[in-house]
């Protein structure tokens, strides 16, 4: 006997998505799905987003990590409010420990969200966290075929992030490879180019963010 | 290695249908797109750990691959997608658009008898 499902494998993830993402909108709260490579940058650059824009833009930080909450006490080491999430060994943040953090940060109360996924540039991208924008960032000593090489955490990416600008001048980076392999999966991308630990392009990516969660005050 | 997850949640599922049904799973379909792909190897080894000791310690499970389509926007052609020539293959243009990219899908599930 054979039975046909056709069921959505990760469908209770799906679920748990929506209503994170029913809770953003309601809150109008913009809510940043944060994914790259272990040591991107991806602390240090919510770190000086929470220096540069925090007084304008109320944030919290969810911060996935297999073991240790480091990250979290780095957060609030530059001001900001954090939840850890340790995942034990899982690849990947669900969107029901997602749900369990936003009551914990009385999100309601912010702006803007940002969620630190877990260091891991494949397995994040299958998991929908009920994000506003999905925000991967790629950093220069990683090298130039990361897009080429992972194009699906690439093609559902809102915007990318290329970090670490500063070290450009010593490796080798093909910087338009990049962006013209990045746009192959994705064309109508944002792409920005940063520093975290300098500060440089910051000014346009925090552009942006400003737009996008004004959006979200708007709509309050 | 979201193959685990991915485990996890269809043997809930199969093992929930298996009771429903009171028979032995035999075999499992499953699906996936190309961007969140499965690793076959990953997948099996992680689906007979998550078997072990359940009704689906003997179930086989396979594993389809869905090709992603892309339509060209010069000549309307529709193409299966490939990351290592990405341009139509009619006249190629690399100017298309991706068609939507196939879900994670529990497919079927084959019973004993
Ligand atoms: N030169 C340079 N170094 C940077 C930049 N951004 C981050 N780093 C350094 O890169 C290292 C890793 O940065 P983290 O912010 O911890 O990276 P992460 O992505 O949070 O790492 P995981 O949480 O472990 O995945 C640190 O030593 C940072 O100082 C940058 O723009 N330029
Ligand atoms: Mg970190
Ligand atoms: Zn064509």
New interface residues.
Partial sequence: ??????????S?NEECAKKNRAFFKENSVLCLNVISSPGSGKTTTISRMIKDVGDKIRMGVVEGDIKTDTDAQKIRDAGGQAVQIETHG???L?AEQVYNAIKVLDAEKMDMVIIENVGNL??P???DLGEGARVILLSVPEGDDKP?KY??TF??ADVVLINKIDLMDYIDFNLERVLADIR??NPDVEIFQVSATTGEGMEQWYEWLMNKSGAAQAAR | MHETAVAESILHTIIAQADKANAKPVSAIISCGQFNTLNDECMQFAFEAAAAGTVCEKTKLVIKHIPLRAKCEQCQTVFEFDVYKPACGQCESKEFDFEPDAPLLLETIEFEG
Wanted: glycine share 4%; proline share 4%.
């Fill in positions: 006997m054979k039975i046909s499902l056709n069921q959505k494998i990760l209770r899982a690849c990947h669900s494949v397995c991208s299958a998991f080429i194009p699906g093609a559902e192959v999966v």
